[in-house]
């Protein structure tokens, strides 16, 4: 079974600039997760989503965050524009309904 | 919402010794309870789980408590190995709502 695939990487952008990061879920999973990892902290909930509708983002900061599912599988987040203080690690997770999966997550520096 | 604190942040044994990681959460609601490691620069991996309607739960070296009436569960690793350095969290969910408590460093010296 494939697992949770993430692009890209890694990427480094200047302050005030956008950027864009992918999830590819593990096939059938409904339930699609992005955390924000600082480094030294656990994995913070940004949005959660179910199919294509939205569960929970209420620790989105929707000022210039943004995410959408749209076709219930593959899922884009979106940070526009980006401050230093996301410099952070974006990792992806999907479940049926118990356990997370993690993709290998996208290293953000923001400089 | 769901409140989960872990101790302690950082946590050293020697090789052979056991390893006992502490968690609590807030929501009474809560009934699923994963484990991850993470070593450096690599994913967080499921490594156990416990549902609220279990007490304990094993697996070789690895077992999991938890105390649903004082909100809390714990993991225990016994004869540690230096490959079971890692930074460890706890989480705890309801309706796959999970959160993460903010991890536990552990070192295990040879």
């Known amino acids: 079974e494939a697992g949770v695939a993430q692009s890209p990487r890694y990427k480094i952008i200047e302050k005030r600039q956008s950027v864009a990061f992918w999830c590819n879920p593990i096939?059938?999973?409904?339930?699609l997760y992005w955390y924000q990892q600082i480094l030294g902290q656990g994995p913070k909930l940004l949005i959660q989503f179910q199919n294509n509708g939205v569960v929970d983002d209420s620790q989105l900061p929707k000022d210039r965050f943004s995410a959408e599912r749209l076709k219930g599988v593959d899922s884009t987040l979106k940070i526009q524009p980006a401050k230093l203080e996301d410099s952070a690690v974006y990792l992806c997770?999907?479940?049926?309904?118990?356990?997370?999966?993690f993709g290998p997550g996208t290293r953000l520096t923001v400089l | 919402g769901e409140n989960v604190e872990q101790h302690p942040s950082t946590l050293s044994v020697q090789e052979g010794d056991s390893a006992v990681i502490k968690c609590t959460y807030s929501d009474s609601a809560s009934n699923y309870f994963p484990w991850y490691k993470q070593e450096l620069g690599k994913r967080p991996q499921l490594i156990i789980d416990i549902r609220s309607n279990v007490g304990e739960k094993k697996d070789q070296r690895i077992a999991v408590t938890l105390n649903k009436t004082a909100k809390h569960f714990s993991l225990h690793i016994t004869e540690t190995q230096p490959e079971d350095s890692a930074v460890y969290f706890c989480a705890a969910s309801r309706n796959n709502d999970m959160r993460f408590g903010a991890g536990t460093r552990l070192t295990v010296k040879p």
């Open positions: 997770a999907s479940s049926n309904g118990g356990t997370q999966y």
């Open positions: 096939s059938g999973h409904a339930t």
